[in-house]
């Protein structure tokens, strides 16, 4: 048995079956990264020590009845911006080299309590900014598929490590793609909830109108086991929604009869790639045969989306990045002469080019002469593109199109030109304005031997709609990763 191969799921069901242990799993990711992350830099911190201790105790746990759950057991890996307490936590930038919280993010509380044995903390884009993963700090993360390419972004870590067996899954940040976009360039599956679905709380802010925690897994089912497990109602979450129903693990039925699926014309013109098109049709055609309803509409506002997302989350982001300034905690410049000269020096040697560039932008749409004239004309966009997705939904349960317009670029090629990576976001974002749950599922490999993604779109807190068509698509074809080629 290829313990490595196996879901999150599978495995759990296994450990609790006593046919392997909780140290046996541990130790084969262990082994893992020992022997391929200097290839692929998935993580940013690997805490060996703390998780063989803490699969110890999970196992005493399992075995005295205490830990039922599914995901009992399973070695995880936790993106870096989400506040592990006493582990390092550098949301990949320099600024928080020396950062380790006092605290637990609400999401990975959710899961410890699960049962799951944490392995350590995943690279991204310097605090979430970025589609590929190449503006860390720790250097970038290369995609498992072909290490020359890369692994998308900023959830890169995350969804690198799930595919190259380096965790069994991983939680990610989605501000506008971050969870698909990746999860589509490594061939893995990955869940954008419903804002407000899982807490923020110990989330490190990018875009707090934006961000939303979601899983990164092998699976559909994983994914809405996952889900289950980290959504909640959390009163230290101001954007938090108390949601009657939580058991998204019901919708994973190979039935979708009678479903309503629009594709939008907007979503398949120029600029996609033609294998991506091909992959993304031949998907929605599967889900006809299934007994899916599809038809093709307009959706309108959609060129809109990208300018009004870059406006609203680097205003939101020259905001929340405020607080790093060398008082506090992490980063301070050891050479200033005075307190706004420390000021100046922290963050000009602490943020790198990307970061430095949102916090321009997002400072001078905000400024004073500018504000009416950027940041009020994006929100009022970004309530007419949420206007544009509630008729769609009055019509359609799910829409389908791609998550990326290309596959995964080589190393390089996007950093050199920032509006080409901005542009790559064009299929995710409207998603995060509107505030709507995503999937991205694979659906198959292009003629350079790179992963193509599926994305559905749900309405409002209509997880169990795209979790349903996911989970109908996927029973079509078999998960493989980039060491089954």
């Known amino acids: 048995m290829d313990l490595l191969s196996l879901t999150a799921v599978e495995l759990s069901k296994k450990i609790k079956a006593k046919e392997v242990t909780v140290i046996e799993a541990t130790k084969a990711v262990l082994n893992q990264i020992d022997k391929i992350e200097d290839k692929i830099n998935s993580y940013v911190t690997v805490d060996k020590e703390g998780a063989i201790k803490r699969a110890e105790e999970v196992q005493k746990l399992i075995d005295d009845g205490s830990l039922t759950g599914p995901l009992a057991g399973v070695p995880v890996a936790i993106k870096d911006n989400m506040c592990t307490s006493g582990m390092l936590t550098t949301c990949s930038s320099k600024i928080l080299e020396n950062f380790y919280p006092t605290y637990t993010a609400e999401a990975v509380l959710n899961l410890e309590k699960a049962g799951v044995v944490i392995i350590g903390k995943t690279n991204m884009d310097e605090f979430a900014m970025g589609s590929t993963t190449e503006t860390s700090a720790y250097g970038p993360t290369k995609n498992p598929w072909n ?133 993304v049709l031949a998907a929605a055609k599967e889900l006809e045969k299934k007994g899916a309803i599809i038809e093709e509409f307009d959706l309108r506002l959609v060129d809109y989306a990208i300018p009004a997302y870059y406006v609203i989350a680097a205003a939101e982001a020259s905001s929340n990045l405020a607080r790093f300034d060398g008082v506090k905690y992490g980063y301070r410049s050891e050479d200033y002469n005075g307190l706004h000269n420390m000021y100046k020096k922290t963050r000009s040697e602490g943020f790198g080019p990307e970061v430095k560039r949102r916090i321009m932008l997002g400072s001078f749409v905000l400024s004073s002469g500018y504000y009416d004239a950027y940041y009020l004309k994006a929100l009022r966009t970004k309530a007419l593109i949420k206007q544009e997705f509630d008729k769609a939904f009055e019509k359609y349960d799910v829409i389908l199109g791609p998550a990326a317009p290309t596959t995964a670029p080589k190393i390089g090629d996007s950093l050199s030109d920032p509006i080409k990576m901005y542009l790559g976001d064009i299929y995710t974002i409207s998603v995060n304005l509107a505030g709507l749950p995503g999937i991205s599922v694979p659906c198959g490999v292009d003629s350079k031997g790179l992963p193509i993604g599926l994305q559905l779109i749900g309405d409002c ?25």
Do not use: W
């Open 147 to 279: 290490t020359e390419h890369v692994p998308g972004g900023s959830s890169g870590g995350s969804c690198s490590a799930v595919s190259a067996n380096e965790c069994f899954f991983a939680l990610g940040s989605d501000t506008g793609g971050s969870i698909r976009q990746p999860s589509s360039f490594c061939g893995v599956t990955g869940i954008k909830p419903t804002y407000g679905t899982v807490s923020r709380y110990g989330l490190i802010a990018y875009g707090s109108s934006l961000d939303q925690i979601g899983p990164v897994a092998k699976d559909v089912t994983d994914c809405a086991t996952i889900l289950e497990t980290i959504a909640s109602y959390d009163k230290k979450d101001s954007t938090s929604v108390a949601r009657e129903d939580y058991n998204f693990t019901e919708a994973l039925v190979d039935d979708v009869t009678g479903m309503k699926i629009g594709i939008p014309k907007d979503y398949f013109g120029e600029g996609l790639e033609s294998e991506v098109k091909e992959a």
């Open 461 to 485: 807190f209509k997880e169990k709609n795209i979790i349903r068509a996911a989970y109908a698509f996927e029973q079509t074809r078999s998960y493989t990763g980039p060491f089954d080629k």
